[in-house]
């Protein structure tokens, strides 16, 4: 087996691993598999953390990660699955990131660790064991990477900074008053 061949082999059993996982978590958004809520309890947990509308929210992020899971997973479109997905593990990393950085915690050490993972697939690419391959990377175009990027990173900025003012609001209006009437 030749070094290319051996990079090829792990970048399908990286896209066939992180594409797999965040299927299921999609799948547990959308339909409510695997202990799953589906879009309406998965709504209504969105709500509670800032995402609103919640079960707008739940779709959202639910189809990116399980369309970009088995995107990913299917070596296809890979620039637009893995930076969907990405862009999906940032909104969860944000939920975290209060609670620390490692999981056990409640942190963002996994959500993280998946959205890098998927990111870093988009820009490597899946190589030759994926269907990009085989059909002459046309929807695999180096244009594509930075197109996806771009677009992933404003959509999230836009949606995570909505979050934030939210929650900013939230707690301004359950603060205490400093002088009583």
Do not use: I
Request: net charge neutral; aromatic share 8%; charged share 15%.
């Amino acid at each position: 087996m030749t070094c290319y061949d051996r990079r090829d082999l792990g970048l399908l059993l990286l896209r066939l691993g992180t594409g797999g996982v965040l299927m299921a978590h999609g799948a547990q958004k959308l339909f409510g598999w695997f202990g799953g809520h589906g879009l309406e309890g998965t709504g209504q947990f969105m709500e509670s953390v800032g995402y609103a509308p919640g079960k707008a929210s739940a779709t959202a992020a639910g189809l990116a990660e399980a369309g970009g899971g088995a995107l990913l997973a299917l070596g296809l479109a890979t620039p637009a699955a893995g930076f969907a997905a990405a862009g999906a593990m940032a909104g969860a990393s944000a939920v975290h990131v209060p609670n620390g950085f490692f999981a056990q915690s409640g942190g963002y050490e996994y959500a993280a660790s998946l959205g890098l993972t998927a990111a870093g697939l988009a820009v490597t690419g899946p190589g030759r064991l994926s269907l990009d391959h085989a059909m002459g990377h046309t929807v695999n175009r180096n244009w594509m990477v930075p197109a996806a990027l771009g677009m992933t990173a404003a959509a999230t900025a836009v949606v995570v900074g909505l979050r934030t003012k939210r929650l900013r609001r939230r707690e301004e209006g359950e603060q205490e008053a400093l002088f009583e009437e």
